[in-house]
């Protein structure tokens, strides 16, 4: 298995709290993806980084921002927690390849009251 | 925009018959496309995948088959087992310069597998 962590696995805040999910690799990959699943949406892109402080954008990053200052960490931070951020979230990791085959994290279970 | 559509929200089957799972996609830049199993309180992971320059592609019980002209890729399940019992998705990359790797996923299919 890939070695990824994500922590914390389980968080409960309130409306307003700033939040920020970690999301450990030991595969030295390049690239690092943040996503959430939520019940008929399946998993959705939130943000992407393609190298150290290279980030961008994914389908649903309003609310959300990430750094990623070193290969192995990418951080994902509610600035404001609002209800509707209360999801799951996964981190993923890629080397890139033919398929761009993703790895993923264990995930992160966020409610936000 | 649902470029990746898995439109069965579930299926249930017996043990030892045959699941197939289904997928549609709208964009012609997909080239590549890949499925995921998640069980839950787990992260996804990878389960097979297949190129546009093919129609099918096998492992063991699994079988993706893509039909480029309808958009359209399924997977097998040949037999079904009670393990397979999961969380499917499919997605799709675009193959593009600066996609830097993107999968856009489907919803989802519930798979049961009755024993």
């Known amino acids: 298995d890939a070695g990824i962590t994500q922590s914390p696995r389980h968080k409960v805040t309130e409306t307003g709290t700033p939040v920020t999910l970690r999301c450990h690799q030991t595969?030295?990959?390049?690239?690092m993806y943040w996503y959430r699943q939520d019940p008929g949406h399946g998993l959705r892109l939130i943000h992407y980084?393609?190298?150290?402080?290279?980030?961008d954008k994914g389908e649903v990053s309003d609310g959300y921002s990430v750094s990623r200052s070193k290969t192995e960490d990418f951080l994902l931070t509610l600035e404001s927690a609002t209800s509707s951020q209360t999801s799951v979230y996964f981190c993923?990791?890629?080397?890139?390849?033919?398929?761009?085959?993703?790895?993923f994290g264990p995930g992160t279970r966020l409610t936000v009251l | 925009d649902q470029q990746v559509k898995q439109n069965s929200p579930s299926l249930s089957v017996q043990e030892g018959r045959i699941s197939i799972l289904n997928c549609d996609y709208t964009?012609?830049?997909?080239?590549?496309f890949l499925w995921y199993k998640k069980y839950p309180a787990e992260g996804p992971t990878f389960l097979i995948s297949?190129?546009?320059?093919?129609d099918k592609n096998e492992d063991g019980r699994f079988t993706v088959f893509l039909n480029k002209s309808a958009k359209h890729l399924s997977l097998h399940i040949v037999p079904s087992q009670p393990g397979d019992s999961a969380v499917y998705f499919c997605?799709?990359?675009?193959?593009?310069?600066?996609?830097?790797?993107?999968?856009?996923f489907g919803q989802g299919t519930i798979l049961t597998v009755h024993p």
């Open positions: 993923a990791i890629s080397d890139g390849g033919l398929y761009n085959e993703q790895f």
């Open positions: 997605a799709a990359k675009n193959a593009g310069g600066t996609s830097y790797g993107k999968l856009t």
């Open positions: 595969e030295n990959h390049r690239y």
């Open positions: 964009n012609s830049m997909f080239d590549y």
């Open positions: 980084s393609y190298g150290v402080k290279d980030t």
């Open positions: 297949i190129s546009s320059i093919k």
